[in-house]
């Protein structure tokens, strides 16, 4: 990596801690957080509340690094080892540029909302409520699936500034989805093979020789095999290829591109007063509002998405 461009071989996606930790940052819970992860060493930075432990078992790693001089949150969630009751496998790791424009801040949402828990929302004196709202303090977790942008830096991300691979396993289904530069897009592939051997389904869509100012579809691939030896179908009539005989094929996978914004945009009018009578309380600002210029993407298809209005709890597993 030079010159600011970032490479594919800048950093290894294999969900291991990197060997370019920055110094001190281990002494901090706001930089370093490692659970769960048995050989990358020992738990810090895993308990709820300043000293209730985590009952999640998930493995966890968030550190920050320094290469050339740029600094990167590093994070991995889960581990490429089957869980030991369901044998289903997932794995996330991601490397986010830190710092330059754009900033992508230590709190996840605005800059300064790790040292500013009421004015960006959090509440409370902890800062920890604030930011990316993922640690509890005083009792109340924090909302990390919120549509805030300024709490959680929902909707704020710039593809061009992250890399990411993520790996889903089962007994019958395979998938992984891998972004391994900064500044091409993604390879997403799956495999399903049913357990009886009757059903195959091979699905690529590899998008990474494009950049994102490029409107171009990706390399596709979508194949369908059936082979049912009790019920045997037609000589020749097992084998489907969406590519070669689909009557209407169009593919739009990577016809998109996006135009990075300037990022959080302070507008704070910088006059201030006491509070208390008579007036010998703190100087409070009279205003404090940041703004976030986000960058936007255009599609082939005309369609889009309002990242910041989903609601992402639709995605999680709750209890």
């Known amino acids: 990596m030079c010159g600011g461009q970032e490479t594919r071989a800048a950093f290894e996606l294999n969900f291991q801690p990197s060997p370019d930790i920055t ?3 281990q002494s901090s819970e706001s930089t370093f957080a490692r659970c769960n992860m048995p050989t990358a060493g020992a738990d810090a930075w895993c308990q709820r509340n300043q000293n209730t432990p985590d009952p999640d078992s998930t493995p966890f790693l968030r550190e920050y ?3 050339n001089g740029i600094s990167y949150v590093h994070m991995i969630v889960g581990s490429l080892t089957p869980d030991p009751i369901t044998g289903e496998v997932f794995a996330q790791e991601t490397y986010i540029r830190a710092n330059g424009a754009g900033t992508y801040s230590s709190a996840g949402g605005k800059p300064g909302c790790q040292f500013q828990p009421i004015q960006c ?8 409520i604030s930011g990316n709202g993922q640690v509890a303090s005083g009792g109340v977790l924090g909302n990390p699936l919120a549509g805030d ?3 959680t830096g929902i909707g704020t991300g710039d593809p061009t500034r992250a890399i990411v691979r993520q790996v889903i396993k089962s007994s019958e289904m395979d998938q992984e989805f891998l972004k391994a530069d900064f500044l091409l897009k993604p390879k997403i592939t799956q495999a399903i093979n049913s357990s009886d051997g009757i059903l195959s389904l091979n699905f690529a869509l590899d998008m990474s020789s494009l950049n994102y100012s490029t409107n171009a579809n990706g390399a596709i691939t979508n194949t369908l095999t059936l082979n049912d030896p009790l019920n045997p179908l037609p000589t020749g009539s097992g084998f ?4 070669v005989s689909a ?5 739009t996978g990577g016809r998109y591109t996006f135009a990075a914004g300037s990022g959080w945009v302070d507008n704070t009018v910088y006059s201030s007063y006491r509070a208390g009578n008579p007036f010998t309380g703190p100087v409070v600002p009279e205003d404090n509002v ?4 986000a960058g936007s993407y255009a599609y082939g298809n005309g369609g889009g998405a309002g990242i910041s209005n989903i609601d ?4 999680k597993n709750l209890p």
């Open 65 to 67: 690094i320094t290469v």
């Open 121 to 128: 929302g959090g509440g409370g004196v902890n800062p920890l």
């Open 23 to 25: 110094a001190g940052s």
């Open 312 to 315: 992402w709890q639709a995605y």
């Open 240 to 243: 489907f290829d969406a590519v």
């Open 290 to 293: 940041w703004i976030y210029n």
């Open 149 to 151: 942008q300024h709490t």
């Open 247 to 251: 009557q209407s094929g169009d593919v």
